[in-house]
């Protein structure tokens, strides 16, 4: 059942956008999941668009440029392992790869699979409008060009649609304005600015250390203080490369049936909980996690993140390091994080943040004491200062797991949006599609490992799923697969019911929705485990897609 008008423009009448094309799938975004997805569909031989706003491929990586902007898994570890030949050739040459290595090998990835010929760049999709007579989804773009499809893909990415926060004045700013997930390609030379960032959230921790070694002065606006992690990052030893490559295919499986997509070093010597050995054996643990750098203290204990006192256990220590680096104590105090568990926000990884309130040239202002009240043409005012600025950064993050979903007008069976569907939360059946929008699939969606998980092994899983799927449902000549509203109900309360086990809704935080006033406050990721939620979705695949119905 594949469409062989790919790149065929059919008739139309005066009153249609100029181009009509039909396609088995378009996908959306061209980022490591959108990339992926073209790969697998050519390999089953249907005609796919791959639509992507940005000039070029990379997504995240394409987009976020920021001074400092690096990986927080490991480069062997942050890859696609579907191609043993790419997995083995490519040569990673840091531990943490940068953005602009990470960028490399996805041009890379384009070009090896020849992937461009069917992406169009610089293309917004606007609107996906699933046709009932014809069972295809009509596809609008920003450039008025409406193409058709059997099946569409959303690989639009959890953290791609950038948070602007409302701040009065914002406009009437007459120095420059960045967000750092939308870096100007061309160098920013912050050298003898006046530089604010606003925010100190995985992003800010990595640009702040960057941007303080050139601008003149640095005013850090914090709002909460993050828990953070030193990288240490290093270059990547040929040995420890090859080391890696020799096994890769055990410790990729490893990292699929982990609990975050990663092969985290439990505590062999230790029992489960942080709260079972002595405070000097916890001590050590936690110095080793330390030195070793990176998100492995998550992995320390195993009820770090479901037990309070546990956690208090990690978070003490960590305080207790943001004491040791930052000199001045009134700093050190304002860094330091209380009134939520380590790592219900996202864990950050630096290289020197902490170290960096140590420099003249940097100010911490504390806007919960002294909130911003307005940007003015030549800065920015709070509460009780003013402050004159060349430049101010927003590193305020993302409408994160939703929002490049929802800022498209996607309209299913009987119209209905997903935009109202979603307006008291998304509801998903595993992430992967929502009841009453048919053929629409979701990458990494809400309700899915996603975000806390390795990201790449969490959007390969999808992608062999979803190819999977249709070539199953081609194999039955089927015109629609669609969740049940049962098996979605179902699995909303479960991921629900799992993330309240945790300190994860504890917390406000974007995996809560929280840093978007108006969002829907609730639990967007699924907290059960990568290697558990895989072997879910396989049985429902076994099951002839159990909780989904199938119109032949
Ligand atoms: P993206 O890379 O976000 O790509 C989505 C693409 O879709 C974008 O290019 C976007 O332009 C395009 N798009 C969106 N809407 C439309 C539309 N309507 N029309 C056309 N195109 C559209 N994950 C980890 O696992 N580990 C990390 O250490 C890590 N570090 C990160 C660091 C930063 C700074 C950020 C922002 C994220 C990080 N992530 C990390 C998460 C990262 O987003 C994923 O790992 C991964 O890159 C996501 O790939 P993706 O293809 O799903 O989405
Ligand atoms: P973020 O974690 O949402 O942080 C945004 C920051 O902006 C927070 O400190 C937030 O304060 C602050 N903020 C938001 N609105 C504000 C306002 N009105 N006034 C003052 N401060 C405000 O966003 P992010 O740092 O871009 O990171 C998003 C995610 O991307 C990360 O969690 C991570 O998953 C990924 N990421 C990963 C890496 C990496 O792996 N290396 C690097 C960067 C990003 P509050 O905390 O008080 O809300």
């Known amino acids: 059942m594949s469409d062989t008008s790919s790149s065929e423009f059919v008739e139309t009448d005066a009153s249609e956008p100029e181009s009509r094309r039909t396609f088995d799938v378009v996908v959306v975004g061209a980022g490591f999941a959108g990339l992926y997805m073209l790969h697998r569909l050519r390999g089953l031989g249907l005609s796919a668009l791959v639509f992507e706003a940005a000039g070029g491929v990379g997504g995240t990586w394409f987009w976020n440029r920021y001074p400092g902007a690096r990986c927080d898994f490991e480069s062997l570890v942050y890859s696609y392992s579907f191609s043993e030949e790419l997995q083995q050739e490519w040569e990673w040459t840091e531990r943490y790869p940068s953005q602009e290595e990470i960028l490399r090998y996805l041009n890379h990835v384009a070009d090896r699979f020849d992937l461009r010929r069917d992406i169009q760049l610089d293309t917004r999709v606007t609107s996906a409008v699933f046709d009932e007579a014809t069972d295809r989804w009509q596809i609008r773009t920003n450039r008025g060009e409406q193409v058709s499809a059997r099946y569409c893909v959303m690989a639009t990415g959890c953290l791609s649609d950038p948070y602007v926060p409302d701040i009065k004045g914002i406009d009437t700013f007459e120095g420059k304005t960045y967000h750092t997930g939308r870096w100007p390609h061309e160098e920013v030379d912050f050298s003898g600015q006046r530089v604010a960032v606003i925010g100190t959230g995985s992003t800010a921790v990595q640009a702040i250390p960057e941007i303080a070694k050139q601008a003149s002065e640095l005013v850090v606006l914090q709002r909460r203080p993050s828990f953070s992690m030193p990288a240490r990052n290093a270059p990547l030893s040929p040995d420890a490369q090859r080391e890696v490559k020799a096994d890769y295919t055990a410790h990729r499986q490893a990292a699929r049936e982990s609990l975050f997509g990663l092969e985290l070093r439990v505590n062999e010597n230790t029992p489960k909980s942080a709260l079972q050995v002595s405070p000097e054996e916890r001590q050590r643990e936690y110095e080793e996690r330390w030195a070793e750098g990176g998100v492995g203290i998550m992995a320390a204990f195993a009820d770090l993140l479901v ?168 194999g039955r000549d089927a015109r629609r697969i669609e969740p049940t509203a049962e098996a979605e109900q179902a699995w909303v309360a479960h991921v629900a019911e799992v993330g309240g086990y945790t300190l994860f809704p504890t917390t406000d935080s974007w995996y809560m929705g929280s840093n978007v006033p108006g969002k829907a406050r609730t639990f967007m990721p699924y907290i059960g485990g990568v290697g558990a939620y895989r072997s879910k979705c396989d049985d429902v695949a076994a099951k002839d897609y159990e909780g989904f119905s199938v119109t032949v």
């Not at 546990?310 to 304002?334: C, M, Q, S, W, Y």
């Open 307 to 474: 037990n309070k006192e546990a956690n208090d256990t990690a978070a003490d220590f960590l305080r207790g390091k943001i004491r040791e680096i930052v000199h001045d104590p009134a700093v050190a105090e304002l860094l330091t994080p209380t009134g939520y568990p380590f790592a219900s926000k996202r864990l950050c990884v630096d290289s020197e943040y902490f170290e960096t309130f140590n420099r003249d040239n940097v100010t911490l202002i504390d806007v919960k004491a002294s909130p911003i009240e307005e940007i003015t043409p030549s800065g920015l005012r709070t509460r009780d200062a003013a402050y004159e600025l060349d430049s101010i950064v927003f590193a305020t993050g993302f409408d994160a797991m939703t929002g490049a979903v929802t800022s498209v007008d996607i309209q299913g069976r009987d119209g209905t949006t997903l935009r109202e569907k979603w307006a008291d939360g998304p509801r998903t059946y595993l992430g992967l599609a929502s009841a009453g929008f048919p053929n629409l699939f979701l990458i990494t969606g809400p309700g899915s490992p996603s975000v806390l998980s390795n990201m790449i092994v969490s959007i390969e899983q999808h992608v062999d799923w979803i190819a999977d799927c249709i070539a199953y449902l081609d």
